[in-house]
């Protein structure tokens, strides 16, 4: 047990992981991996070295009926027993996946990590630790590789990622095997939860765990393992490499920028060696948006290179996350597009009674708030039509604390609304 918790606290300091005084949200299923992780991370908390906070979450994904419920349930359960605050959600992945037309294990994953991202941001944490172990790098390095990835998907999973500005991704496990972890958990006296759904071959990953893999070790290199995860090594250092050569590229082909343009040298773009073409172009999206969109791939970068490359000297095409990329002659633009209406001078304070409602003049539009217990909410909301607010925090803010007491309930609430801007987060 101590050599496990010592050689994760050695990862948490090299990696630089974990800050003294961090807020970290623990993200625990039940299952092993996390459990293992929840109690290292609360026997770690309290070091000197390295002093920082625990906040449990956990997902239902509702795919599981009643067993899903127990797990929650457990999690609660476990979380108290450590004295650590804890909340789980349920959400309908089937729903979701079938709408955003996704796969049940990709909609899964997004609405993890939606779900653990917002709370993140609600409770000012710094990251958030995830279970992920060296058999699961393994077997995403083969996941990628069967999908047809580049040299990035072959590197695996990073121990530290970013999330959103502020909050990072961390992985403390992923130099610990699902062997050990299991024998960690028999060692501690833990019981996990068994998700009969990781034993099912519905699911690739399931798939390569339970039959490729042991394919691989019983016919062709029983140390396949170790030669995925040195092989992840190598490429982690050549992908380094060129990102930092992209780095440059980018700065030399860089001609302007603003908020929510950037000009680029695309004649120069399309002198570079094409290995840096497309991550050149992927640091610029990243440069003014924050992040590349999940749906922008190699297609995406194909299209810019050819709007670079041929025909007429002028033309825009449109890319993921409203992005835009205009062609004049030599010169390279992305931008995101202004809406039509957001322009100084349109805006007005409109009175909205909470609950209630309040029509755009001159529109179709209106603006509905009503007050829920969280609890009745579905969850996630609509990105596009919805957004949950928490009232008591709007009042602080649009009164300041002194008006909070006396406010009447259901009294009119002054807001400014506008079309949102590019930039505007």
Avoid at 369 to 398: I, M, N, S
Wanted: proline share 4%.
């Amino acid at each position: 047990m101590l050599e496990l918790r010592s050689r994760v606290q050695e990862l948490v300091l090299r990696e630089h992981l974990i800050e003294k005084g961090d807020m970290v949200v623990v993200a625990v299923s039940g299952g092993a991996d996390s459990l293992a992780l929840l109690h290292v991370l609360n026997a770690l908390k309290g070091e000197q070295s390295c002093s920082f906070s625990l906040y449990v979450a956990h997902l239902n994904h509702g795919l599981r009926g009643q067993a899903a419920r127990e797990d929650a349930a457990f999690v609660r359960a476990e979380a108290r027993r450590l004295g650590l605050p804890c909340i789980t959600v349920e959400v309908d992945t089937r729903a979701f996946s079938h709408k955003h037309a996704l796969s049940l294990e990709d909609g899964a994953r997004r609405l993890r990590y939606r779900f653990l991202l917002q709370l993140a941001r609600r409770i000012g944490a710094a990251c958030v630790a995830v279970g992920h172990q060296c058999d699961d790098q393994v077997e995403t390095l083969l996941l990628n590789f069967l999908r047809g990835t580049g040299l990035d998907g072959l590197t695996g999973m990073k121990y530290k990622r970013s999330l959103d500005e502020g909050i990072s991704l961390i992985r403390p496990l992923l130099e610990i095997s699902r062997e050990e972890i299991e024998r960690y958990c028999r060692a501690s006296g833990l019981t996990p939860r068994q998700d009969e759904s990781n034993l099912s071959t519905e699911y690739t990953r399931n798939k390569i765990r339970l039959q490729l893999l042991p394919l691989l070790e019983r016919e062709y290199n029983p140390g396949v393992r170790r030669g995925l995860q040195r092989l992840s090594r190598l490429l982690l250092l050549e992908r380094d490499f060129l990102e930092k050569s992209a780095a440059a590229g980018l700065f030399r082909l860089l001609f302007k920028e603003d908020e929510d343009y950037l000009v680029l040298d695309g004649k120069g773009l399309l002198q570079e060696h094409g290995a840096m073409q497309g991550r050149i172009l992927r640091l610029a999206v990243r440069r003014l948006s924050g992040a590349v969109p999940l749906e922008m791939g190699q297609l995406h970068l194909r299209m810019i290179l050819k709007l670079l490359g041929e025909g007429s000297p002028h033309g825009v095409i449109h890319l993921p996350g409203g992005l835009r990329v205009s062609r004049s002659y030599d010169s390279l633009t992305l931008f995101y597009r202004t809406p039509p209406r957001a322009r100084a001078g349109c805006f007005a304070p409109l009175s909205l009674t909470v609950p209630g409602q309040v029509v755009f003049p001159g529109t179709n539009l209106s603006l509905q708030a009503g007050l829920f217990a969280p609890e009745g909410l579905r969850w996630p909301p609509d990105g596009k039509k919805e957004a949950y607010l928490d009232f008591e925090r709007v009042l602080l803010l649009l009164r300041g604390k002194e008006a909070k007491a006396c406010l009447p309930a259901g009294g009119p609430v002054e807001l400014l609304v506008r079309t949102r801007l590019s930039g505007d987060r």
